[in-house]
């Protein structure tokens, strides 16, 4: 439930920042529309006084054949140039109706991942407190620390994985809160996704995102290496291989970030690893 939670905040997100820059560049585009209104409403207004190119009549009485054609020339491009900006207006005007239909849709998704949001949140919400007063209840809530310094790493990841795993271990000790990005306190794709991102790479927020976005790195279990990420049967949850048979993860509510032995326990709940 709280992943779903999760999920539906960053598609209310993502939603609601499309819509966003689409209305800034329906703004731009409006912008340029007025403008050609107003040049094509000049136009109209010069052609109303003098008579839609009044040069034709001086035409006549000229003799030399070439200043003739040249002034001819010099009409036409006129002409089409006038014609050019009513096809540029007609199709600023299009795009922007078209554009305007776009960020409507986009809004109504907005909104409708906004309404999940908050009926899943409630659910969390109850949920949280009923698990939090169960574990202050049998004395197993363990509030954490969110200046917690944490614990080195010395495993043997090297590169960006030992860059991610070192922010990872350092987040020993804080503790774990749905929806937490940090600094204080993580969720368990929160804490992948801020390793990662120290490590240069820029995980999506849920697990059930991160899951889809290796779906082309996904690697047997049996040859999992430090830094891979370890997801759950169900995607409730996930963690990040430390190496050595651990696992270092954010667990749940009234806990904290820790390491852990991947036992038999762990083994037999995991669905499958990505590495980044």
Same mark, same amino acid.
């Given at each position: 439930?709280?992943?779903?939670?999760?999920?539906?905040?960053?598609?209310?997100?993502? +939603?609601?920042?499309?819509?966003?820059?689409?209305?800034?560049?329906?703004?731009? /585009?409006?912008a340029?529309?007025?403008?050609? /209104?107003? =040049?094509?409403?000049?136009?109209?207004?010069? =052609?109303?006084?003098?008579?839609?190119?009044?040069?034709w009549?001086?035409?006549?009485?000229?003799? =030399?054949?070439?200043?003739?054609?040249?002034s001819?020339?010099?009409?036409?491009?006129?002409?089409?140039?006038?014609?050019?900006?009513?096809?540029?207006?007609?199709?600023?005007?299009?795009?922007?109706?078209?554009?305007?239909?776009?960020?409507?849709t986009?809004?109504?998704?907005?909104?409708?991942?906004?309404?999940?949001?908050?009926?899943?949140k409630a659910?969390?919400?109850?949920?949280?407190e009923?698990?939090?007063?169960?574990?202050?209840?049998?004395?197993?809530?363990?509030?954490?620390?969110?200046?917690?310094?944490?614990?080195?790493?010395?495993?043997?990841?090297?590169g960006?994985?030992?860059a +991610?795993?070192?922010?990872?271990?350092?987040?020993?000790g804080?503790?774990?809160?749905?929806?937490?990005?940090?600094?204080?306190?993580?969720?368990?794709?929160?804490?992948?996704?801020a390793?990662?991102?120290?490590?240069?790479v820029?995980?999506?927020?849920?697990?059930?995102?991160?899951?889809?976005?290796?779906?082309?790195? /996904?690697?047997?279990?049996?040859?999992?290496?430090?830094?891979?990420?370890?997801?759950?049967?169900?995607?409730?949850?996930?963690?990040?291989?430390?190496?050595?048979?651990?696992?270092?993860?954010?667990?749940?509510?009234?806990?904290?970030?820790?390491?852990?032995?991947?036992?038999?326990?762990? /083994?037999?709940?995991?669905?499958?690893?990505?590495?980044?």
């Amino acid at each position: 439930m709280v992943e779903r939670y999760n999920q539906a905040t960053e598609a209310h997100k993502k +939603a609601k920042k499309t819509y966003d820059a689409l209305n800034a560049d329906v703004g731009r /585009r409006k912008a340029r529309a007025d403008a050609l /209104r107003g =040049d094509l409403a000049a136009l109209a207004a010069r =052609d109303y006084r003098l008579g839609a190119f009044p040069a034709w009549s001086g035409l006549a009485g000229r003799s =030399d054949p070439e200043a003739v054609l040249g002034s001819m020339a010099s009409l036409d491009q006129i002409a089409q140039a006038e014609a050019s900006k009513v096809r540029a207006f007609e199709a600023a005007t299009k795009d922007l109706r078209d554009r305007r239909d776009r960020a409507r849709t986009v809004l109504r998704e907005a909104d409708a991942a906004r309404d999940k949001v908050r009926g899943e949140k409630a659910k969390v919400d109850k949920l949280v407190e009923r698990q939090t007063k169960l574990l202050r209840r049998l004395g197993r809530f363990n509030k954490g620390d969110p200046a917690s310094p944490g614990i080195p790493y010395t495993g043997a990841a090297s590169g960006n994985a030992r860059a +991610a795993l070192t922010f990872a271990f350092a987040q020993v000790g804080k503790p774990y809160r749905y929806g937490g990005t940090g600094p204080g306190s993580f969720d368990c794709s929160g804490l992948v996704q801020a390793a990662w991102r120290v490590a240069g790479v820029e995980l999506p927020r849920t697990t059930w995102s991160q899951w889809s976005w290796g779906a082309a790195r /996904r690697v047997p279990l049996d040859e999992v290496e430090p830094g891979d990420l370890l997801f759950s049967k169900g995607l409730g949850h996930m963690g990040m291989y430390a190496g050595d048979g651990k696992m270092v993860h954010a667990p749940q509510t009234g806990d904290v970030i820790k390491v852990v032995a991947l036992d038999d326990y762990w /083994r037999g709940r995991l669905a499958g690893a990505v590495r980044p």
